[in-house]
């Protein structure tokens, strides 16, 4: 598979543990963010086939959540939802530190950013949900 749109990654620490972060375009002025949250025993990069068929519009980000892809695990054998919310959270305070967001979260990712979403209100514009259950 030929990517359409190329991804840039970059490593943040967040709660001591570093995180792969893909991004596809550069953030600009006025232009929003989608952020895409992976599901169980996946990675950023899945999301290469459905950010080929959307328009440019969008910053799009992806980390690897603790424990999958290039991102660490920090010595332990699992996580909970809060460790992940927590994650999102900091990640969010790196990158977007104001404002609204956008969340996309598949699967695992998908209850993720319903719980994120359920937990700061405040900061979420937009919320899609592929696939979470719970």
Request: glycine fraction near 10%; aromatic fraction near 10%.
């Amino acid at each position: 598979y030929q990517a359409k749109r190329p991804s840039h990654s970059e490593f943040v620490t967040v709660r001591h543990t570093p995180l792969h972060v893909r991004h596809w375009g550069q953030p600009q002025a006025g232009q929003p963010t989608l952020w895409l949250l992976h599901g169980w025993m996946d990675v950023g990069a899945s999301f290469q086939f459905m950010v080929d068929h959307l328009s440019q519009t969008h910053h799009l980000i992806a980390p690897d959540l603790r424990g999958f892809g290039l991102s660490q695990a920090q010595g332990v054998d699992h996580f909970v939802f809060p460790d992940y919310m927590a994650d999102l959270d900091a990640l969010l305070r790196h990158y977007q530190p104001e404002g609204q967001i956008d969340l996309l979260g598949h699967s695992m990712g998908g209850n993720v950013v319903m719980m994120f979403a359920g937990a700061r209100p405040e900061r979420v514009h937009r919320l899609i949900n592929l696939e979470g259950f719970g």
